[in-house]
């Protein structure tokens, strides 16, 4: 039976909690505050009371019957997590967390965000409760996705422009962690993926898990058995976790996450952590992490914001290397072309992130006999990224 | 007992207040560096903290940031320091200051082999917390590196008995919740803090985040055994250079 993290926060040998002395005293109140309301039945029937009348759960799991059709191979299923309010999985953290940081008493939070879509989802459930919500965003991430920051900003987020580094998610993170260094005495640092110290990867997938435990269930009415296969896109990991996690211990089932190989895994822009990456410690976890010779961090790549990050979840880098879960690239080409079929096949524009997985998808279905399928998790929808994806077809 | 925490608490049994700078190796070239250490020792530092730069700092503020930039764009790395620490001869002992992926990168047991052979006495490594020491301790135990441990406003009495308990070289006091950095406020809860903190240690306690005002040191020195500073320095190295920065240490100290 699977059972992770151990008592100290690790998954194997990655996670733990590798933060300053300073910020020690809040991951201990959160470990101590998310242990009880784990059993607070309260609690669970107030986040499950918002999940279904706010966020919109469960979502459908939807039969994608022209995709099934046009690829020539595996059943297609998507879990439709973009017809979430807010469009994306994000919201079920999101809300969690805010009810966890009331339940601590603290009334502020703060949040870094790539793609916007944890942001905006970070300052819906902050507005909800009547939080004060900062957002750290990287300049690079506040340009490619300017109308997730007027959304934060419609929210009475206050949305900080990070200029440091690559000007990503990464330097957003640091940024956050400072200023939640500064102020964690009344402050609570929504993360967004199944990322940092413990014991954020194992809420974030406790909160994600939804996703898979739904699924499951749904897919057991439609087909009564399990799908062959798991599929969703990897950044920090958090909609593939929480997909992945029900049917962890359903070995029959193969596990796959999709990573963002960017312009191509010869090149040095992607964002490929475990493919390309070895073990190390970032942002309060250890975990697979692109780093040069020096352990210095690499700045990640994707057209897709959100999956740009040098790192991954601890537990995937666990069930990475105990075989469990298996781990494929797709580059920015390739999911744009996942993008594209997904639109016209089935009148649904995915978010980039997705697209990934839609992409992978495009290249296992044809392996797959009619009789197996593929549960997509479909992360978010594409809204945010069709300015992007205007500018660049209007390049070519 | 580890050499460090001899050497220090010598020190303080002769009555003398500690002074421990903090600067970026390599942040101005490493062939500078033997220079801006000679310097300090003879400004009355006991020992000094060499910053390793790493890409994501979190604990640190703007000032060491971007001496970090400035170290890695001139291409230090933990190896060339390491290097030069080989060659070197300090006159007083050294203590490395990185974050854990430079040191776990690095391999930690080749590590501890390799600080050895310098006079590299201890390390302070501000994301590697109490619960996960023995990552360090194991492969330093027979070692004469010490592993320095921070204690902050945040921690606990109870945390701060367990952490001062085991505590080798000198306790790191940190003032402020926050990043490393220039003109803090304090809280008013903080020289209690302090007190407590010394009354418990039976190593020697030193303060440090945002000391940059000849008030702080003076005003640390009455409920601390010394003080760290950082920021000020490492912008004063840059900016105005050695002997400038030597003269900024006297008034600190005036």
């Excluded at chain 1, 339940?103 to 009547?130: C, D, S, Y």
């Excluded at chain 1, 962690?177 to 993360?191: G, K, P, Q």
Aim: with cysteine; charged share 25%; aromatic share 8%.
């Amino acid at each position: 039976m699977y059972q992770q993290p151990d008592n100290k926060g690790f998954y194997g040998e990655f996670g733990g909690q590798f933060v300053p002395e300073t910020l020690m005293y809040a991951v201990k109140e959160l470990t101590q505050t998310y242990e009880e309301a784990k059993k607070d039945p309260e609690f669970q029937e107030t986040l499950d009371y918002y999940l279904k009348q706010y966020v919109g759960r469960e979502t459908p799991l939807y039969y994608a019957d022209n995709l099934t059709k046009h690829l020539g191979g595996a059943k297609i299923y998507l879990k439709r997590e973009d017809l979430n309010h807010t469009g994306a999985h994000k919201i079920n953290n999101a809300i969690g967390q805010v009810l966890l940081a009331k339940r601590m008493g603290k009334n502020k939070i703060v949040a870094e965000t790539g793609a916007g879509q944890h942001g905006v989802a970070t300052a819906t459930a902050a507005a909800l409760f009547g939080m004060e919500c900062i957002i750290f965003m990287g300049e690079v991430d506040v340009k490619r996705q300017e109308l997730n920051v007027f959304r934060m900003e419609l929210l009475g987020a206050k949305v900080e422009s990070v200029v440091s580094g690559s000007r990503t998610l990464k330097d957003a993170v640091n940024e956050a962690l400072r200023y939640w260094v500064a102020t964690v005495e009344d402050t609570h640092y929504v993360l967004g993926s199944a990322l940092g110290p413990h014991p954020f990867p194992e809420i974030v997938r406790d909160f994600q898990s939804v996703i898979g435990t739904e699924a499951k269930q749904q897919y057991l009415e439609v087909e009564g058995k399990l799908p062959e296969v798991a599929l969703a896109c990897v950044g920090g990991g958090s909609n593939s976790i929480g997909l992945f996690y029900p049917f962890i211990n359903d070995k029959d089932v193969r596990l796959i996450g999709v990573e963002a190989a960017g312009k191509g895994l010869d090149t040095e822009e992607h964002a490929a952590s475990i493919t390309k990456g070895d073990v190390g410690v970032l942002h309060g976890s250890k975990m697979h992490l692109l780093q040069d010779d020096d352990g210095q961090v690499l700045e990640a790549f994707s057209i897709s914001a959100g999956l740009d990050y040098p790192g991954i979840g601890p537990e995937h880098s666990h069930l990475y290397t105990s075989g469990r879960a298996e781990y494929k690239t797709i580059t920015d080409e390739e999911a744009l072309e996942g993008f594209h079929l997904l639109s016209r096949t089935e009148g649904i524009i995915p978010a980039l992130e997705s697209s990934h997985a839609i992409a992978y998808a495009m290249k296992l279905a044809k392996e797959m006999s009619p009789e197996e399928s593929i549960l997509i998790c479909l992360s978010g929808r594409g809204d945010k990224d069709v300015q992007q994806i205007k500018e660049r077809m209007a390049q070519e | 007992m580890k050499s460090l925490t001899r050497v220090l608490q010598q020190k303080k049994d002769n009555g003398n207040k500690l002074f421990i700078p903090y600067i970026m190796a390599g942040a101005n070239g490493l062939e500078r560096l033997a220079h801006e250490i000679e310097m300090l020792a003879e400004s009355g530092a006991s020992a000094i903290e060499l910053g390793v730069p790493f890409s994501d700092p979190v604990a640190d503020g703007p000032v060491i940031q971007l001496a970090g930039i400035h170290s890695r764009e001139r291409g230090t790395t933990l190896k060339k320091i390491i290097a030069f620490l080989k060659e070197f001869n300090s006159p007083i002992p050294l203590i490395l200051m990185g974050y854990f992926n430079s040191f776990l990168h690095y391999g930690l047991e080749g590590l501890v082999e390799d600080l050895s052979s310098t006079d590299v006495k201890g390390v302070i490594i501000p994301d590697l917390p109490y619960e996960h020491r023995e990552m360090f301790l194991d492969p330093a135990k027979e070692s004469d590196i010490a592993f320095i441990q921070l204690v902050t406003l945040t921690s606990s009495d109870e945390r701060i008995d367990q952490l001062v308990s085991e505590a080798e070289g000198f306790i790191y006091a940190v003032t402020i919740n926050g990043t490393t950095g220039i003109n803090r406020d304090y809280q008013d809860n903080l020289y209690q803090h302090l007190q407590k903190i010394t009354e418990k240690s039976p190593i020697p306690v030193l303060a440090g985040f945002g000391v940059s005002k000849p008030e702080h040191v003076q005003i640390f020195n009455n409920y601390c055994d010394g003080v760290i500073i950082g920021s000020c320095i490492v912008q004063s190295l840059a900016q105005n250079g050695i002997d400038e920065t030597q003269e900024l240490i006297e008034t600190l100290f005036a």
